[in-house]
């Protein structure tokens, strides 16, 4: 799988759109992006994923650059229990017969400002 | 509600002693996935299983040891083989065999060698 590459923070004030950039440079064709939240001491939380249009759902936007070699997450209105580590995964829909899971790196830990 | 449920939430135990992590799911998940995650730290993959009687290992699977005899349960026991393990544990399953789509995660187990 592609490897991604986060900033280790960022800040956002409360009420504010929060965008978390991804670089995935190494991309391939059949590799979706993910993004995954964290709250402190518990699992992690699926938010979206995509493969090279943007998508939307109840939780967040997802945008795609074209060349597919970079993303950003957006909360359109960030609020304090948002404040989270955000992790970025680029992984294969098929993985050739492997379910080793998905690579979680150390992500962004955005911080929502009151 | 359905979902994946971890225990013991916290545990203690000495140097030298075997211990075992529970992880139930009752979303008719097919695969399974132990990771471990250390403070600051991504996640690591531990072992993982696509089917019943069936489990791989992952990353770091020295000193851990599963099975997979329910496709309910995937229980993870940490051997006195395992040099550090002060840790979160953290236990996902998946709908699918390949490892595609998303995780879903338990709460986690905290484990403190004293």
């Known amino acids: 799988d592609a490897k991604t590459t986060q900033p280790p923070s960022m800040d956002c004030a409360e009420g504010r759109a929060a965008n978390l950039p991804c670089n995935h440079s190494?991309?391939?064709?059949?590799?979706?992006v993910y993004w995954y939240r964290q709250i402190h001491s518990q699992g992690p939380q699926y938010i979206i994923h995509?493969?090279?249009n943007n998508e939307t759902n109840e939780m967040a936007s997802l945008i795609i650059t074209e060349d597919r070699k970079s993303s950003t997450l957006i909360l359109p209105h960030a609020t304090l229990r948002d404040t989270a580590v955000y992790y970025c995964?680029?992984?294969?829909?098929?993985?050739?017969?492997?379910?080793?899971?998905?690579?979680f790196g150390k992500g962004t830990h955005l911080i929502i400002q009151p | 509600d359905g979902g994946i449920t971890q225990s013991p939430k916290y545990l203690f135990r000495k140097e030298g002693q075997n211990v075992t992590l529970s992880c139930e799911q009752n979303?008719?998940?097919?695969?399974m996935y132990w990771y471990r995650q250390d403070p600051g730290q991504g996640l690591r993959l531990i072992y993982y299983?696509?089917?019943?009687?069936?489990?791989q290992k992952g990353d770091i699977a020295e000193g851990y040891s599963v099975s997979r005899e329910k496709k309910e349960s995937f229980p993870l026991t940490v051997t006195s083989a395992q040099k550090n393990p002060t840790a979160f544990y953290l236990c996902?399953?998946?709908?699918?065999?390949?490892?595609?789509?998303?995780?879903?995660f338990g709460e986690g187990s905290r484990l403190t060698v004293l």
């Open positions: 996902a399953s998946s709908i699918d065999k390949e490892g595609a789509g998303e995780l879903f």
């Open positions: 190494t991309i391939s064709g059949n590799e979706y």
């Open positions: 995509g493969l090279k």
């Open positions: 995964i680029v992984r294969s829909l098929y993985s050739g017969g492997g379910a080793d899971g998905l690579t």
């Open positions: 979303l008719n998940h097919d695969a």
């Open positions: 299983s696509q089917i019943v009687n069936d489990f």
